[in-house]
């Protein structure tokens, strides 16, 4: 595949997301699946190979509103209602919805990505990025997922490897 720009690497070794774009290299911090790299269904692991955007949603929410299968709740996160539901993935701000594009990979069967519900989204300020901590999506900071999301359409290729990125100059975020 030949993208065009703008189009995004993600390494789950590294937890980095790179933005390509034509004029610049936009690097962001991540946190994919605790459990590491898979396609499988319920696996709670990040999905590899290629992907485009399906969906954007959450256009204009407010920073740290929550998402409860993909609607807003009303809700916005703080620590107090953390407390109230202490074992809830917070998906905030921003989700970016992932489709795989790889029959037998990524997409269709028990290794369907869109399937799966992976995104892209937002998750509290006190969760540590360029760690794998996540339940199988890729989560940013809420600032990060709101430049990321304003700046892709739907259609954008997304790649996914489980290896370390070449090293290049960018800006990190």
């Given amino acids: ?29 991540i ?16 999905p590899l190979g290629w992907h485009v955007l399906r969906a954007k949603i959450g256009h204009n929410a407010p920073l740290n509103s929550v998402f409860v299968g993909r609607r807003l709740s009303g809700e916005i996160y703080s620590s107090q209602l953390a407390d109230q539901f202490p074992s809830r993935d917070w998906i ?18 028990n290794v369907d990505t869109m399937q799966r519900f992976i995104y892209i989204h937002g998750t509290p300020d006190t969760e540590p ?17 709101v430049e990321l999301f304003d700046v892709i359409a739907v259609g954008t290729p997304i790649w996914l490897q489980e290896s370390t990125f070449a090293r290049i100059s960018c800006r990190s975020v």
């Fill in 31 to 46: 946190s994919t699946s605790a459990l590491g790299p898979g396609q499988q269904k319920n696996s709670n692991q990040t």
């Fill in 129 to 145: 990025m360029g760690e794998a901590k996540s339940h199988g999506c890729i989560r940013m900071r809420n600032k990060d997922v």
């Fill in 1 to 29: 595949m030949n993208p065009n720009f703008p189009y995004i690497e993600i390494s789950i070794q590294d937890q980095l997301l790179r933005l390509f774009k034509a004029d610049a290299v936009v690097e962001y911090s």
């Fill in 92 to 109: 905030l701000t921003r989700i970016l919805w992932l489709s795989g594009c790889e029959v037998g990979r990524n997409r269709l069967k």
